[in-house]
């Protein structure tokens, strides 16, 4: 785990400085065999397990390519949960930017 979170000795991690919170890597939004495509009002997200536990979701219809949120551990919830964790998201965003609204 060091070389993936390298330290300076004293337990504090290194920040990753290409880190941007709410951003997949460049392969976001494609569908594939072990995704799911969910619509919430009127808005498309795509549905994928991720290492942790948990689900990615990627926001394909919003303004910023590649955009959304994880959720872990999402063992077994239901679709009902799955479409709450979005409302949830989407009442958080700003709709001038598309972008989590800054507190």
Sequence with gaps: MKAIY???GDGDRAADPGA???LRPAT???ADPTSRTLEVDGETFV???NAFGGTDYTWLSGPNP???FGVSPTA???LDEHTTN???FLDTV???TGYLEDD
Excluded: K, N
């Design 86 to 88: 979005i409302r949830d």
């Design 47 to 49: 549905l994928r397990a």
């Design 66 to 68: 590649g955009y959304g």
């Design 76 to 78: 077994d919830l239901s």
């Design 6 to 8: 390298p330290d300076d």
């Design 28 to 30: 976001a939004g494609l």
């Design 94 to 96: 700003d709709a001038g």
């Design 20 to 22: 941007v919170p709410g």
